[in-house]
Structures are given as structure tokens and as C-alpha cells.
């Protein structure tokens, strides 16, 4: 079984930054992708981010792309959600899962997840 713990979000003002950190036990790290997804209230779940168990060529949704950055820490079973220039529209519940295999934008895709940390940007 393989946990997940987010944390890091947090309330910001528009065009500031906030750094999230999801926390991987339980199945060794390396092997895994992850992914950042949000949920706002109302709206279905989305894609964000994405980064394969060896970290190449991330993939962003084209609503964050140039503002967020994802990265891992394999030493540190961590996965990273860099948040920049920050929107009220970036508001919402910020997730990161997990999946054996290739990285991807699917939610479906995923196999673990952890419980969300909530992101809210005033204007």
C-alpha cells in the first residue's frame, strides 16, 4: 500500500506563491509517477501536473504551464508543486497520486492518492 500526505497549501494573495510537498511512503518512490490534480467546488477534478519516476519532461495543463513547475526528490520520497504568479482561479483542492508505470494526465490512471490540501488565492 503506498500513502500519500500533501501539504503546503494555504491561503495566498493573487500573484504570490505557494510551494506544495506530497509525501510518498509505503512502495518504493522511484518507481512511481505522480501527478498534481485540483478540484474546485462545483467543477470536476483536473489535471495539472505530471512527472515520470525519473523526472524527464514534465507535462502541465496549459492553465498553469510557465506559472507552475513540478519536480520530485527520490532520496526524499517527495513529489513538488511550485506555484507562481498565483490567480483566484487557481483556487481549489490540490491533490497528488500516484501510479505504477508511465506518467499521464488521466486521473483514471492513477492507482493512489493522497487526501488534498486546500489552495485558496484572494484578488
Known amino acids: 500500500q503506498v500513502q500519500l500526505v500533501e501539504s503546503g497549501g494555504g491561503l495566498v494573495q493573487a500573484g504570490g506563491s505557494l510551494r506544495l510537498s506530497c509525501a510518498v511512503s509505503?512502495?518504493?518512490?522511484?518507481?512511481?509517477?505522480m501527478g498534481w490534480f485540483r478540484q474546485a467546488p462545483g467543477n470536476e477534478r483536473e489535471f495539472v501536473a505530471t512527472i515520470s519516476w525519473i523526472g524527464h519532461r514534465p507535462l502541465y495543463a496549459d492553465s498553469v504551464k510557465g506559472r507552475f513547475t513540478i519536480s520530485r526528490d527520490n532520496a526524499k520520497n517527495t513529489v513538488y508543486l511550485q506555484m507562481n504568479s498565483l490567480k483566484p482561479e487557481d483556487t481549489a483542492v490540490y491533490s497528488c497520486?500516484?501510479?505504477?508505470?508511465?506518467?499521464?494526465?488521466?486521473?483514471?490512471?492513477?492507482?493512489?492518492w493522497g487526501q488534498g490540501t486546500q489552495v485558496t488565492v484572494s484578488s
Open positions: 497520486a500516484a501510479r505504477r508505470g508511465i506518467y499521464s494526465a488521466r486521473a483514471r490512471d492513477y492507482d493512489y
Open positions: 509505503g512502495r518504493s518512490f522511484s518507481n512511481l509517477a
